[in-house]
């Protein structure tokens, strides 16, 4: 249990075009998703948390007008990267949370999709 | 400001050794701590995790973690390394935020397993 899918595992697009990567919770429902990015050889960055039927909380530094999260149900969750320049290009990763009790939370993460803007 | 130092970033054991990856994190309530495990190219897998009770946790592929209280520290180890264990390791500290829990990793460290 607790998979978690990204579409797609790889793309590359051309500068100023917009790439669109799909988050789903295969076999649980997630009210809550989260965005992360890694660069090569660094650890994970939160970029933005996901809530299903509501805005995104987006992390201090991130540009919400670039990164659009939308989380229109309960297993889907899509992160938008407008008007994409190379230093975009990046390992983009996603959760979903599981909520045992208050707080007590553990996040599946999906396979990651791998971004390349020429 | 929670954080997670693990001071090593790059590990090499041979194959049957063991093997502890250490983990401190700076959090001024209670942890909630996490190992995860990525290999290139790939999401991130839960290895273990503790909220409350037992402070030594079992996780999958026989790996286990303790938590101490008194060094703020939560090291993995497995008593024995297989050359599948290759990957890199991070260590995570879920911080409370208004909405639940925030995770927060360390920078990661490479395992190599040498034959």
């Known amino acids: 249990g607790a998979v978690v899918s990204q579409h797609p595992s790889r793309v590359i697009c051309k500068s100023g075009t917009s790439v669109k990567i799909e988050c789903r919770s295969l076999?649980?429902?997630?009210?809550?998703m989260f965005w992360y990015r890694q660069f090569p050889k660094q650890s994970l960055m939160l970029m933005a948390t996901?809530?299903?039927?509501?805005?995104?909380?987006?992390e201090q530094g991130v540009e919400k007008d670039k990164f659009l999260i939308n989380h229109a149900s309960l297993t889907l969750s899509t992160l938008t990267v407008t008007s994409a320049h190379p230093e975009d290009s990046s390992f983009y990763i996603c959760?979903?949370?599981?909520?045992?009790?208050?707080?007590?939370?553990?996040?599946?993460f999906g396979p990651g999709t791998r971004l390349l803007v020429l | 400001a929670q954080s997670v130092t693990q001071p090593d970033i790059h590990i090499t054991v041979s194959e049957g050794a063991s093997l502890e990856l250490r983990c401190n994190y700076s959090?001024?309530?209670?942890?909630?701590l996490f190992w995860y495990v990525q290999s290139p190219g790939q999401g991130l897998q839960l290895l273990l995790k503790?909220?409350?009770?037992?402070?030594l946790v079992q996780g999958i592929k026989g790996f286990e973690a303790e938590f101490k209280r008194s060094q703020s520290s939560f090291n993995l180890r497995k008593p024995s390394v297989h050359w599948s264990d290759a990957a890199e390791y991070f260590c995570?500290?879920?911080?409370?935020?208004?909405?639940?829990?925030?995770?927060?990793f360390g920078a990661g460290t490479i395992l190599r397993v040498k034959s």
């Open positions: 995570a500290v879920g911080a409370e935020v208004e909405y639940g829990n925030k995770l927060v």
């Open positions: 503790y909220f409350s009770g037992d402070t």
């Open positions: 959090y001024g309530a209670t942890p909630y």
């Open positions: 076999d649980f429902q997630a009210t809550t």
């Open positions: 959760s979903a949370r599981i909520s045992h009790h208050r707080f007590q939370e553990t996040q599946y």
């Open positions: 996901s809530n299903e039927g509501s805005k995104a909380t987006y």
